[in-house]
Structure formats: C-alpha cells, structure tokens
C-alpha cells in the first residue's frame, strides 16, 4: 500500500516509517523539507496522489496557544480536504491522553480541536492517542525548574517510549478504521515528580525535584486522572529504567 506520512521526517515519523517500510510498503515521509506543506496546502495534492492511508503525526513548530490552535486546524482541514480529492481510505492521527481533561493547556486544546475534525469529516479513520514519551521529561523538567529546583506534580504519570509509540501507530495504520480512539501508555505508572527524579539522577544532574500540588503543566494543575489512560489501553514494552540506560550508553 502506499503510506502518506505526514511529518514524517519527525521523531516519531521517521520510526513509523522504519517500521512500514520494513513489511514492504511503499511510505512517502512528507513534510516542508520534501515540499508538502499541510499548513499552506503546498504539495498535498502530489504526496496523496494513489494513497491508500495517511498518517498525520505533524507537531506545530510554535505551543504559543493561537499559533498551535491555527497549526492543528489548518493542517487538518487542509489534509482532510486532499485526503477526500484523493479517495484515501483511512486517516490515522497521533493525538495525545488526556486532550479532553485539560482544557487549560492550549496545545491540549489544540489538539481536541484537531480530533473534532477528523471525527466530522467523511474520511474512516483511527485515533491514536499516547501519554507522553520518555523524550520528553527532560523537557518537562526543564520547564519546571527555577534554578537548582524543579517543582512537579505528584499525579500519576503514565509515559511511553516512542519506539512502542511508532509500534503502535504501524499496527493501527494497517488495520482496519475504527472511526474512535485507542489509548497508549507505558507499562509503569508512578507520579510525576518521581520520574523526573529518576530522569535526573540518570543524568546526574543536581538539580533537586520538589513534589507540589500546585505545580503547573504547560498551564494546567493535575489529578490522578490528567494524563493517565482510561481502561484497557495498549501498554508499550519498554520499560523507564531500560530506556535511560539505553541513553546512558
């Protein structure tokens, strides 16, 4: 089949890729840097001519709120309205857990927004959504430092790696349309500011994580509830311990 993955060049584009390739299809990795731009409409046209599915794992290049609401609903307007010129038959996006509990976070908004819109359009299509990734505590951490602290929710915190995130995604891209949503997390579940002290002393870095009620997640405090998975989601193989020491080598 032919693939239209679209930021494919990405993190998590790039491995999708890898993976589909691999069981011998035929995957365009689409994004500005080869001409196709969903945002602009440039190249959509030529990339989904003959596709049979797309992947749409493209990430705004700004989280300013506007900016990353304008991104998702464009793109996905955009992408939709090719997809349907082109009789592609399944439409599969990369959303997030979670997007409907925090509607304080504009990118969680953003994101919703996004959903919306695949679920009204006419295209069969697949939900993935996953916790968040490994890759990204750091980044977490980082955003919630003020100098040598990081304050952190203590609410439970489910992440994934993204190499079972790609996994995933491959297995729900050759599968039929479920025209709903599927959960992904990682197979351990401990608070956040547990994995960010693990994250840090992976790293040996000495900043000092302080677990607080209050802490702010890219604008939203948390529950238990926030960012875990409801019942029955796909858990990922790769365990937290095994991922840094991978990065530690």
């Avoid at 299809?25 to 500005?32: G, K, L, M, R």
């Avoid at 916790?131 to 951490?141: C, D, L, N, R």
């Avoid at 959960?183 to 000495?206: C, H, I, M, N, V």
């Amino acid at each position: 089949m032919k693939i239209v993955i679209i930021g494919g060049t990405g993190l998590i584009g790039a491995k999708l890729a890898a993976v589909l390739c691999e069981k011998g299809h035929d995957v365009v990795q689409a994004s500005p840097r080869s001409g196709v731009d969903a945002v602009t409409g440039e190249g959509l046209d030529r990339a989904l001519s003959g596709a049979d599915i797309v992947v749409d794992v493209a990430n705004s290049p700004s989280f300013e709120d506007r900016a990353v609401l304008a991104f998702f609903e464009t793109s996905t307007r955009n992408l939709l309205a090719a997809e349907a010129v082109a009789k592609v038959r399944h439409h599969v996006a990369l959303s997030i857990v979670g997007t409907d509990r925090l509607p304080e976070c504009g990118y969680f908004r953003a994101k919703l927004a996004q959903e919306n819109l695949i679920r009204s359009s006419t295209i069969p299509f697949s939900i993935l959504r996953a916790t968040q990734f490994f890759e990204f505590i750091g980044g977490i951490v980082d955003s919630s430092s003020d100098g040598q602290t990081a304050r952190l929710s203590p609410a439970l915190f489910q992440p994934v790696a993204s190499d079972d995130v790609a996994a995933a995604l491959a297995d729900v891209t050759l599968a039929d349309p479920i025209n709903g949503m599927i959960e992904l997390a990682g197979p351990e579940q401990l608070s956040l500011d547990e994995f960010g002290r693990k994250y840090l002393a992976a790293t040996r870095d000495p900043r000092k994580v302080v677990a607080d009620i209050h802490a702010r997640y890219f604008g939203a405090e948390l529950d238990d509830r926030s960012l875990t998975p409801g019942s029955n989601p796909r858990i990922g193989a790769i365990r937290f311990e095994d991922w840094l020491g991978t990065r530690r080598k």
